[in-house]
């Protein structure tokens, strides 16, 4: 039996803009934004969720707090390549977060690198072949990174490691981004007030990011596009940051929660039809200390969370593995 169509209306819109920022909201609190009662958003969140516009809740965890120095993003010709042929040989030396297929045959893969190994990447890009790079940016990555709307985070140079207690209660969330407190307190055996505190600091430090993923393919009455935008320089990033919030903060749905170079920043916007894209696109363009932007009309995106419970296991078993050790001389002399 074939899905249920569902053509969005400016309510389902507002709803999905709300959860791309932070999918955590209550329904009550959508609800006082948007003036609907607490079930009739629950009710629009279900339909969207059966009818699959909102494909996945996702949460993002920056891959600084997991010991990764190099963000990467690659844009992709494919031609006649194999799609997983081409992440299995990205993964060589990194790990792939997110990929999205694009119309054209273009694709976008964001990509978290451990210093060091940097340069393999470069000789990777003729293995991809047929596939061809049309453009990479790379830079280091830092806790400040694109999700900060219009100012430099007050916690950019700060560096948060996460604790053991941190990285349960992560783990615990990546498999239902949305669970609650009380669940989450369960599940990991930590008190609710511990995890609220904690999960409350992980999003303030930049550590943490809640969106949803909405399949293009479902999102009737709507497309959805995103920007690349390069800046001349550093200097200027956010102040075309704030130009593109204030004159285009109707179609955004967020900014993506990947660590961009310092001088390029990354859009989802939802329009009505090309023309409103390709009209958003020439506005870009004309801002002063806009170097370059690229449109790509999304098709489908993918998130991967396997890397990341792969890193937090290994610092959870170097965690216990330290516990008997630092426990040892206590032991002894309460002998």
Request: glycine share 4%; proline share 3%; charged share 25%.
């Given at each position: 039996?074939?899905?249920?169509?569902?053509?969005?209306?400016?309510?389902?819109?507002?709803?999905?803009?709300?959860?791309?920022?932070?999918?955590?909201?209550?329904?009550?609190?959508?609800?006082?934004?948007?003036?609907?009662?607490?079930?009739?958003?629950?009710?629009?969140?279900?339909?969207?969720?059966?009818?699959?516009?909102?494909?996945?809740?996702?949460?993002?965890?920056?891959?600084?707090?997991?010991?990764?120095?190099?963000?990467?993003?690659?844009?992709?010709?494919?031609?006649?390549?194999?799609?997983?042929?081409?992440?299995?040989?990205?993964?060589?030396?990194?790990?792939?977060?997110?990929?999205?297929?694009?119309?054209?045959?273009?694709?976008?893969?964001?990509?978290?690198?451990?210093?060091?190994?940097?340069?393999?990447?470069?000789?990777?890009?003729?293995?991809?072949?047929?596939?061809?790079?049309?453009?990479?940016?790379?830079?280091?990555?830092?806790?400040?990174?694109?999700?900060?709307?219009?100012?430099p985070s007050?916690?950019?140079?700060?560096?948060?490691?996460?604790?053991?207690?941190?990285?349960?209660?992560?783990?615990?969330?990546?498999?239902?981004?949305?669970?609650e407190m009380?669940?989450?307190?369960?599940?990991?055996?930590?008190?609710?007030?511990?995890?609220?505190?904690?999960?409350?600091?992980?999003?303030?430090?930049?550590?943490?990011?809640?969106?949803?993923?909405?399949?293009?393919?479902?999102?009737?009455?709507?497309?959805?596009?995103?920007?690349?935008?390069?800046?001349?320089?550093?200097?200027?990033?956010?102040?075309?940051?704030?130009?593109?919030?204030?004159?285009?903060?109707?179609?955004?749905?967020?900014?993506?929660?990947?660590?961009?170079?310092?001088?390029?920043?990354?859009?989802?916007?939802?329009?009505?039809?090309?023309?409103?894209?390709?009209?958003?696109?020439?506005?870009?363009?004309?801002?002063?200390?806009?170097?370059?932007?690229?449109?790509?009309?999304?098709?489908?995106?993918?998130?991967?969370?396997?890397?990341?419970?792969?890193?937090?296991?290994?610092?959870?078993?170097?965690?216990s593995a330290?516990?008997?050790?630092?426990?040892?001389?206590?032991?002894?002399?309460?002998?």
């Amino acid at each position: 039996m074939q899905a249920q169509r569902l053509f969005l209306d400016e309510k389902d819109l507002r709803i999905i803009k709300i959860l791309s920022k932070d999918c955590r909201e209550s329904f009550m609190s959508i609800g006082s934004a948007i003036g609907m009662t607490s079930k009739s958003v629950k009710a629009r969140v279900d339909r969207m969720i059966s009818t699959g516009v909102i494909e996945k809740f996702v949460l993002k965890v920056n891959p600084v707090a997991l010991g990764y120095g190099i963000g990467c993003m690659l844009i992709v010709r494919e031609h006649t390549a194999n799609i997983e042929d081409i992440i299995n040989r990205l993964n060589l030396v990194g790990d792939v977060s997110i990929h999205s297929k694009c119309m054209g045959g273009i694709s976008t893969f964001c990509l978290a690198i451990k210093e060091g190994h940097e340069d393999k990447l470069r000789l990777l890009l003729d293995s991809l072949k047929p596939a061809s790079v049309r453009i990479m940016f790379t830079s280091k990555l830092s806790h400040s990174s694109s999700t900060t709307p219009t100012l430099p985070s007050s916690n950019a140079s700060k560096k948060h490691e996460p604790t053991e207690t941190d990285l349960r209660i992560i783990k615990c969330l990546i498999s239902n981004p949305r669970m609650e407190m009380n669940d989450i307190a369960r599940e990991t055996s930590i008190s609710a007030r511990t995890v609220n505190r904690r999960l409350t600091k992980l999003k303030d430090d930049n550590v943490l990011k809640f969106f949803i993923l909405c399949n293009p393919v479902h999102t009737i009455g709507y497309i959805q596009f995103a920007l690349i935008v390069n800046t001349l320089d550093r200097s200027s990033y956010h102040q075309i940051v704030g130009r593109i919030y204030e004159q285009l903060g109707e179609n955004i749905l967020f900014q993506l929660p990947v660590t961009d170079p310092d001088n390029v920043v990354t859009f989802l916007l939802f329009g009505q039809d090309i023309f409103a894209a390709d009209g958003i696109l020439k506005k870009v363009e004309s801002f002063d200390s806009v170097k370059r932007v690229e449109l790509f009309v999304l098709t489908d995106t993918t998130s991967y969370d396997e890397w990341v419970l792969r890193e937090i296991d290994k610092k959870l078993n170097i965690a216990s593995a330290r516990r008997p050790e630092e426990l040892g001389p206590l032991l002894e002399i309460s002998a």
